[in-house]
């Protein structure tokens, strides 16, 4: 079995991008990437593209192939559709399709448009991502999902409000210098508690923006690096995916994700990792509570210890596991169909030494990114390692 | 007005139905409990499943009070959204009857069909007992 490295990464910048189509978005972000990675178009042999909501945003669907065209790739393409894991799995497929020697150079990545959306059509198109005859018929929307989880695990661990204003807060200074997020500006912990009531006990700062936006990844085999002498020094070593039931009432448990604890069981094995190797984390905080959820799944806390773990200063750029140095969805945005793609690109940045923020990780050699569907009945883990 | 969801109400109208009137849940040959419409058990995968009386009192699992909803929902708001357990299953639809500073977890509820004044759409709702 080969090695994937990751040759090349693109991103468009995230925010609202009126007037621009969302084949303009994915064009720009798989041009960088290609640049980035300095290989020819013509050597690209498979597009996976994540994508959620087109067929609501832009009507839209059957989107894959208008993508390559958009970018000038001439390759079977396809999309994936895993809710706010789309470009989790595009990856995650384009890996394992290297790994098995199948193609050598693929791109992967997505983009979402939504911000040409009003907030109630957003609202509604994200909440039929969660269980139509169940929960969404309940008058459930995607922030009253989280609360629901929010309010059980206060309930069953302890945290409050206050520890969840610190996640806000920490992803927004590490925002401000990321050329690429949303909101480059910072927030307060108190600015946070003291905005409305979106669905309790979660407010409109726990909450990640409404984004547009386009991420892509060149990855390669090792095998192609060395041909064509790349400059490639990030490999992904492991993936991971776990599912889950659908509706939150049907799960196991609602104060824990284990489909998140189970997509990183997988992808720890697959690196021959364990958690206590990971030195810095971007995962899923589409709301703060997303990311505490995100950091005892992947066993970086146990559970019931990470609601605190910003406001101590341990996630934060200068604590022992800096988490989410892109600005996370929080800050740096979230468009949808593109996040999966966008962490593992600021992940490579990261590692690379070529972030803004690499800085505060200058040591790393093993980092994680987490990305969750839905509520999270679908997640998406991969490990990163500086191969050199 | 009907529901004009584009996947029809077959499937919804079968979970009303099954609440409204005593309301029953399915159970397999093992005891896993679910909800329908099913074929088959999710734990376990059987399709043997049988009625079973749904209990009349559930207990909140965990709760939300929701101010920005979807447009189906937008004149309600705030509302109460609810899971709430009633013995092997658990629920999910809005609290009636109780203020949002009135419901707790462990708070004990009946649930009910009823309809969405702003869509006529059935809804699950869940009242104090």
């Given at each position: 079995m080969t090695g994937v490295r990751v040759a090349g990464v693109g991103l468009t910048e995230f925010g609202e991008h009126a007037g621009r189509t969302g084949r303009d978005l994915f064009a720009e972000a798989a041009n960088v990437a290609l640049r980035d990675a300095g290989?020819?178009?013509?050597?690209?042999e498979q597009l996976n593209y994540g994508n959620f909501m087109g067929a609501l945003a832009?009507?839209?669907?059957?989107q894959a192939p208008l993508m390559a065209e958009a970018a000038g790739l001439h390759c079977p393409a396809t999309r994936y559709e895993e809710a706010c894991a789309s470009a989790g799995v595009a990856v995650r497929e384009a890996v394992r399709a290297v790994r098995a020697g199948e193609v050598d150079v693929a791109v992967a990545g997505g983009m979402e448009r939504m911000t040409n959306l009003s907030t109630e059509r957003v609202t509604e198109s994200l909440a039929v991502a969660a269980d139509e005859l169940f929960e969404v018929r309940a008058g459930v929307t995607f922030p009253g999902a989280y609360a629901l989880m929010a309010r059980r695990y206060f309930d069953r661990f302890g945290g409050d409000q206050t520890d969840l204003a610190h996640v806000a807060s920490k992803n927004h200074t590490h925002a401000?210098?990321?050329?690429?997020?949303q909101y480059q500006r910072e927030v307060s912990v108190e600015e946070t508690l003291d905005a409305p009531t979106v669905a309790s006990p979660l407010g409109l700062f726990d909450a990640c923006p409404v984004t547009d936006g386009a991420s892509a990844l060149v990855l390669v085999s090792e095998a192609a690096a060395q041909r064509h002498d790349l400059t490639a020094p990030v490999a992904i070593t492991g993936t991971g995916q776990g599912s889950d039931r659908a509706a939150l009432q049907d799960r196991e448990t609602i104060a824990e994700t284990p489909a998140a604890r189970r997509a990183a069981t997988a992808a720890y094995d697959d690196a021959g990792i364990t958690a206590d190797d990971v030195a810095v984390a971007e995962v899923?905080?589409?709301?703060?509570?997303a990311e505490v959820f995100a950091l005892e799944s992947l066993g970086l806390y146990e559970p019931g210890e990470a609601v605190g773990a910003a406001r101590r200063g341990e996630t934060t750029r200068d604590g022992e596991l800096p988490v989410n140095l892109s600005g996370g969805l929080k800050a740096k945005g979230h468009p949808v169909g593109a996040t999966g793609g966008s962490q593992i690109a600021e992940l490579t940045r990261l590692l690379r030494g070529d972030h803004p923020n690499s800085e505060w990780v200058s040591d790393a050699e093993v980092g994680v990114t987490h990305n969750a569907g839905g509520t999270v009945a679908s997640a998406v883990v991969h490990v990163l390692e500086v191969a050199g | 007005m009907s529901d004009g969801a584009p996947g029809g109400d077959a499937g919804y109208d079968e979970w009303a139905d099954a609440l409204a009137e005593d309301g029953y849940y399915l159970s397999c040959p093992a005891g896993h409990g679910s909800l329908p419409p099913r074929r088959v058990c999710p734990e376990c995968g059987n399709d043997s499943l049988s009625e079973e009386p749904l209990p009349a009192a559930g207990e909140v699992v965990t709760f939300s009070a929701v101010h920005v909803a979807p447009p189906d929902f937008?004149?309600?708001?705030p509302y109460v959204t609810a899971v709430v357990e009633f013995g092997p299953v658990r629920l999910t639809g809005i609290v009636r009857g109780l203020d949002a500073d009135e419901v707790e977890i462990g708070t004990q509820v009946g649930v009910d069909v009823t309809r969405n004044e702003a869509t006529g759409n059935r809804l699950v709702v869940f009242r104090p007992r």
């Open positions: 290989v020819d178009r013509e050597r690209v832009e009507r839209q669907s059957h401000l210098d990321n050329e690429y997020a899923h905080d589409c709301f703060t509570i | 937008a004149e309600q708001t």
